[in-house]
């Protein structure tokens, strides 16, 4: 009987302890709600779609969600013509694209994502974060990046997503390759299937277009891994630079080419490269089609293996016939 009296005891102090706890909880908690609440007075459309996306899943309603970025809000809602948000705050106008993006990297400098973010181009021609990204928010299912675009049904049947999407964010800046992307032969961006920082990296990098790979080459067989090699004959474009011979974003010509073969090929293979081959004489060692002529017919009619060739030099390896 004492034991359960003890125990019994032991209960209610508890309960006493956190009853006495519970006005300092709620003072924490007012103090932390003490933000929003007053933005959300002038600001309701702006917090209310902030707390649907990444920024506010962090936070509870309260958050610093606001203040963190904005500064002190009780003051400016005191007085909010004379005080006016702090110079950094984000799309405050007259804030430079420095002090913006200042603001998000007070929370963001240490990810990886950032970390060349100080040598990349687009820092380097005053973007800033907003520019990119909706700080705010463009609620939706798959937006986790915020970008400025918002899941679509009306595009395309297989476009919905924000990822799918993301491209129209670039092409805002970016529209000198808008029509690229939409040329015949182009990678499937628009169809959802390839997104610009599949192959760019927005946050920075050290080469001048912002490759995620350290050259074209890289970067390309990181997708086109049976262009790889090694070859026992390698073709020097393929070694030295994928954009010798192709358009990555759209070409009017067949596998993101930039001319038409034969005009092609001309570029480096001028004159009597073309060993005769459009006026009937030999071309190959050993071989005289006589009066057989090629009008009509390509480079790599012939020289198939044109990325590179295994085979060995009596089979005309080295001339990527074979």
């Known amino acids: 009987m004492r034991f359960k009296t003890i125990i019994a005891a032991t209960?209610?102090?508890?309960?006493?302890?956190?009853?006495?706890?519970?006005?300092?909880?709620?003072?924490?908690?007012?103090?932390?709600?003490?933000?929003?609440p007053i933005c959300v007075n002038c600001h309701e459309k702006a917090v209310k779609t902030t707390m649907l996306t990444a920024h506010?899943?962090?936070?509870?309603?309260?958050?610093?969600?606001?203040?963190?970025?904005?500064?002190?809000?009780?003051?400016?809602?005191?007085?909010?013509?004379?005080?006016?948000?702090p110079a950094n705050a984000l799309n405050v106008k007259g804030a430079t694209a420095a002090e913006k993006s200042g603001v998000c990297l007070t929370?963001?400098?240490?990810?990886?994502?950032?970390?060349?973010?100080?040598?990349?181009?687009?820092?380097?021609?005053?973007?800033?974060?907003?520019?990119?990204?909706s700080i705010h928010g463009t609620p939706s299912a798959s937006n986790d990046k915020m970008l400025k675009v918002t899941d679509?049904?009306?595009?395309?049947?297989?476009?919905?997503?924000?990822?799918?999407?993301?491209?129209?964010?670039?092409?805002?800046?970016?529209?000198?390759?808008?029509?690229?992307?939409?040329?015949?032969s182009h990678h499937p961006i628009v169809e959802g299937k390839v997104a610009c920082h599949d192959c760019h990296d927005p946050h920075g990098?050290?080469?001048p277009v912002m490759?995620?790979?350290?050259?074209?080459?890289?970067?390309?067989?990181?997708?086109?891994?049976?262009?790889?090699?090694?070859?026992?004959?390698?073709h020097p474009p393929v070694m030295e630079n994928c954009a010798t011979c192709h358009t990555p974003h759209g070409s009017s010509h067949g596998k993101l080419l930039a001319q038409k073969p034969p005009a092609l090929c001309a570029d480096c293979h001028p004159g009597g490269h073309t060993h005769g081959i459009y006026d009937g004489r030999g071309t190959l060692p050993g071989v005289n089609?006589?009066?057989?002529?090629?009008?009509?017919?390509?480079?790599?009619?012939?020289?198939?293996?044109?990325?590179?060739?295994?085979?060995?030099a009596s089979a005309f390896g080295q001339f990527f016939v074979r």
């Not at 963001?108 to 990119?132: E, I, P, Y």
């Not at 049947?157 to 015949?184: E, N, S």
């Not at 198939?304 to 060995?312: L, V």
């Open 56 to 85: 506010g899943a962090r936070n509870d309603v309260s958050g610093a969600a606001c203040q963190a970025c904005h500064g002190d809000a009780a003051l400016h809602a005191k007085d909010p013509l004379k005080n006016k948000p």
């Open 152 to 184: 679509s049904t009306t595009v395309a049947p297989y476009v919905t997503t924000a990822r799918q999407l993301a491209y129209k964010t670039c092409l805002a800046c970016h529209a000198d390759v808008r029509g690229d992307i939409m040329k015949p």
């Open 289 to 312: 089609p006589g009066n057989i002529r090629f009008e009509g017919s390509g480079c790599v009619a012939c020289h198939r293996q044109i990325h590179g060739s295994n085979a060995p």
């Open 11 to 36: 209960g209610i102090l508890a309960a006493l302890a956190a009853f006495a706890a519970l006005p300092a909880l709620a003072q924490a908690a007012r103090e932390a709600s003490s933000s929003t």
């Open 107 to 133: 929370c963001h400098s240490s990810t990886r994502a950032l970390a060349a973010w100080s040598s990349g181009q687009h820092r380097k021609n005053d973007v800033s974060c907003n520019d990119c990204h």
């Open 211 to 234: 490759l995620k790979a350290e050259s074209y080459q890289d970067l390309c067989i990181s997708c086109h891994a049976d262009k790889r090699g090694p070859w026992i004959h390698e």
């Open 205 to 207: 990098a050290l080469t």
